[in-house]
């Protein structure tokens, strides 16, 4: 723990938090303590903290950046692939406690699972240390990417879809889980969008985030064909 604290640049007053923000539920399960003794909850937390404190960054340092602009560059910024990568920089998935069977899997490698550890490590610095830590974990490790990401284009599929849907004068997208396949370890996830009640587009992932933007991405896909006729 001294490690990882070293590499998150803060120091816990209560160590408990930042034990239980690296517990996944595969390990809680396992020990009887279910998805209450996870980081479940924390990630919860964590990720409205991280959206408020990137918008907030955005809002003051372009005060001329139009509201769809500051929506896909946030989008970009706390997207999973982002928040995988930075949990990378500091390493945390060698701390994560992972049951057997997400052990096995490359649990400490899988996306989803270290983006969403970020997030809850991101939480327990805020209840831990207040607003001034979690900005500067933030800072350091998310909004750092900050000028390479307005540099390139959004991956995040959901919100351009959205704006297009809501330009062409349709009903906002709605997401549906249709299945998953696959052990506990090493599930992938379907998932089909639907506006104005049909279903516009398919996609599946190793997440339920990644299942939805994939099927987001094959509507717009889908928009631009028939554009283009």
């Given at each position: 723990m001294n490690e990882l604290e070293?590499?998150?640049?803060?120091?816990f007053s209560r160590r408990e938090l930042l034990e239980h923000a690296l517990t996944?539920?595969?390990?809680?399960?396992e020990r009887g303590s279910g998805r209450l003794g996870s980081n479940e909850r924390l990630e919860f937390l964590g990720d409205s903290v991280l959206g408020w404190l990137v918008a907030e960054t955005l809002y003051l340092r372009f005060p001329q950046m139009p509201e769809g602009d500051m929506t896909r560059?946030?989008?970009?910024?706390?997207?999973?692939?982002?928040l995988a990568e930075a949990s990378e920089t500091i390493g945390l998935g060698q701390y994560l406690r992972l049951g057997r069977g997400e052990?096995?899997?490359?649990?400490?490698?899988?996306?989803?699972?270290i983006a969403d550890a970020f997030e809850a490590t991101l939480a327990a610095v805020y209840i831990d240390g207040g607003e001034g830590p979690a900005r500067a974990m933030v800072e350091r490790f998310i909004l750092s990417k900050l000028k390479t990401a307005s540099r390139s284009g959004s991956n995040d599929h959901k919100t351009v879809l959205q704006e297009a849907v809501q330009h062409l004068g349709m009903a906002a997208p709605v997401y549906r889980m249709v299945g998953e396949s696959g052990p506990d370890h090493n599930k992938v996830?379907?998932?089909q969008v639907l506006y104005d009640g049909r279903v516009a587009?398919?996609?599946?992932?190793?997440?339920?985030?990644e299942a939805e933007q994939a099927a987001a991405?094959?509507?717009?896909?889908?928009?631009?064909?028939e554009g283009k006729k």
């Open positions: 070293a590499r998150l640049g803060y120091t996944h539920s595969s390990w809680s399960n560059l946030r989008a970009e910024l706390v997207c999973e692939s982002s052990e096995q899997g490359g649990g400490r490698q899988r996306p989803s699972i996830f379907s998932a587009g398919e996609g599946s992932g190793r997440s339920k985030k991405k094959n509507a717009l896909d889908s928009l631009r064909a």
